[in-house]
């Protein structure tokens, strides 16, 4: 019923945004269906059909998407530029203007159409877009001008791309190129830890220099021993931190002593810590909160209760911590926020969000994030909390999620932590016997509720799932299973809160252990088990892995939110009284 509901409440929402058709148009379901045919008729090189469509789909939102098709379909034929500059004029509010120029203008390189290239390309900070422009001067009789343009181009801290090349190559046999110029770029690679490009720029530097990248190369190594040994716990690692030169005592440095501390629980250590770090890392919430820890655990109790009453007003995981030291509810600071009808018909009627609306009513869900992108890239911020309200009442629950992260007001949680696929997660929380607000948690941290979210790991859906963990779960749950299932929410959130249960069952019903797990594998967590109980919010503090740390803290204070959201009043963390052993 909920779906169904979902459904009609689309369908309304993109009848009033879209607005009426003309009296010669066809209705909405007639233009949806003529228009993939004319896409796919384009696609098919069927133009006699897409000319006959054509004229009946001028007034619909997505006309811009077949003229697109039409244009790249002539690209590679020696377009004129004239077709391409026209439609970004018509079009300059479009993800597809951007695109469209883009492709264009990698067309003209491949075909080698250097004068062409110049006189359409615009300033980009797309890098490879720009050794091709410089390259087209070096082309086109420019090559003084072109030399001196490379320099800027190849002194940077990174790689650039291979479409740099050939301009590089060039530049290298010129005299703007010398030992110089390569000393100042391994000089940046070092500021930005960029060891690869440090160690291909060695070719270039004379003997004084290469002793210099050498002294940087073993100083990286001590940096790296020391915070291994302290991620791995090691009796021997403050001494190595505190080994370290005052040029590389940065903010993890800083931070994994007060961890070392820590794990020790050595009170006066941690406040001895804390005190050396620089004023604007000590006032970040985990210190302050480790801060009046400490000091309450040295019966300093007026300031440490002075410290923690501040930081238990911010809505964050030390905040979450802090209320329930100091006995206070915790900091949600829901405030729903109302948008003027100005600012809403604004939004609703701006063309790249009327377009993102109806490609999403088509499920070309890649498509439409990208007009839904460009165009709140413009908004200011009432605009944006306006499109997030408009994405949360679509159900569109990653656009509102992430809208509304993109606004500086960020207290109607509503908008930002919605009860999202409310049915299939219940039924599921439920038929794996754990807590509703802790799947809801997870899902939220995962992915922010995309459904086909894919990681550079290749965990996929909602509840990030790698394909061969997915797998065993389907087999133990009797199922055949295929890797595109995973982008189906049903699916994947049924194998996520199996996979939940199955963490939670080899940690002990202990949540934090399982979330760790779930983010970084059981294996690893088994390793990170302490010798002896420690306190969870201590344990947490001091998880190797930066990700994973982030990632638990993040899940126990979301799933604070979400206890709230689903009307719970009487969850509490208690991190500080519950050991981890």
Avoid at 171 to 191: C, G, H, I, P
Avoid at 247 to 274: F, G
Avoid at 305 to 330: C, D, F, Q, T
């Amino acid at each position: 019923m909920r779906t169904m509901i979902g459904a009609i409440k689309a369908s309304l929402l993109c009848i009033l945004i879209l607005g009426s058709l003309p009296v010669f148009a066809q209705d909405l379901d007639t233009l949806r269906k003529n228009f993939r045919y004319a896409e796919e008729a384009i696609k098919n090189g069927n133009l006699t059909t897409y000319y006959k469509l054509k004229p009946s789909l001028e007034e619909y939102v997505l006309y811009p998407y077949l003229q697109y098709a039409e244009i790249t379909r002539m690209m590679n034929n020696r377009l004129p530029s004239d077709y391409v500059e026209n439609f970004i004029q018509t079009y300059p509010d479009s993800s597809l203007a951007q695109r469209l120029q883009t492709n264009y203008l990698q067309t003209l390189a491949k075909q080698q159409q250097w004068a062409l290239y110049q006189q359409f390309y615009k300033p980009s900070d797309n890098v490879a877009l720009q050794c091709y422009n410089v390259w087209a001067e070096y082309k086109t009789t420019q090559q003084t001008i072109a030399l001196k343009n490379a320099t800027p181009l190849w002194l940077s801290a990174y790689s650039r791309p291979d479409e740099c090349n050939a301009l590089f190559a060039a530049w290298q046999k010129s005299t703007y190129f010398d030992n110089e110029v390569a000393w100042q770029r391994a000089q940046l690679a070092m500021d930005a830890n960029q060891p690869k490009l440090v160690t291909y720029l060695k070719k270039f530097l004379n003997a004084q220099q290469l002793a210099q990248i050498d002294a940087w190369f073993a100083m990286k190594a001590n940096y790296a021993k020391a915070i291994n040994l302290a991620t791995s716990h090691d009796p021997k690692a403050i001494e190595a931190l505190n080994a370290l030169p005052k040029a590389q005592m940065d903010a993890p440095i800083y931070e994994w002593r007060v961890r070392y501390a820590l794990r020790q629980q050595d009170w006066s250590n941690v406040v001895k810590y804390i005190a050396d770090m620089p004023a604007d890392l000590q006032q970040q919430p985990a210190w302050r909160y480790w801060q009046a820890r400490a000091l309450l655990a040295q019966n300093q109790t007026e300031t440490g209760n002075e410290i923690l009453s501040k930081v238990a007003l911010e809505r964050n995981y030390y905040g979450m911590l802090a209320s329930e030291l100091m006995n206070m509810p915790h900091p949600l600071n829901n405030k729903p926020y109302s948008i003027d009808t100005k600012t809403k018909n604004f939004v609703s009627h701006d063309p790249g969000i009327k377009r993102a609306i109806e490609l999403y009513a088509l499920k070309r869900t890649t498509d439409a994030r990208r007009e839904w992108n460009t165009s709140i890239a413009t908004f200011n911020e009432e605009q944006l909390l306006a499109a997030a309200k408009l994405a949360r009442t679509m159900e569109w629950y990653d656009r509102g999620v992430l809208t509304a992260t993109a606004a500086q007001n960020r207290d109607d949680l509503d908008v930002r932590f919605p009860l999202a696929y409310e049915k299939t997660m219940r039924a599921q929380a439920q038929k794996n016997n754990i807590d509703l607000a802790w799947a809801y948690a997870i899902s939220r941290q995962e992915s922010a509720f995309i459904p086909d979210a894919q990681s550079p790991a290749n965990a996929m859906g909602l509840m990030q799932l790698l394909p061969s963990t997915a797998q065993i779960v389907a087999k133990s749950m009797g199922q055949t299973f295929n890797k595109n299932q995973l982008i189906i929410p049903e699916k994947n959130i049924a194998y996520g809160t199996r996979y939940l249960k199955d963490m939670l069952t080899k940690f002990n019903q202990n949540r934090q252990l399982a979330s760790a797990a779930y983010n970084a594998g059981a294996s690893r967590v088994y390793r990170w088990m302490p010798d002896s109980p420690l306190p969870t919010d201590i344990w947490v503090e001091t998880i190797p892995f930066k990700e994973t740390r982030g990632y638990v803290q993040n899940v126990s204070s979301f799933w604070v939110i979400y206890n709230h959201q689903l009307g719970r009043t009487d969850k509490r963390l208690n991190h500080f009284k519950i050991n981890i052993s």
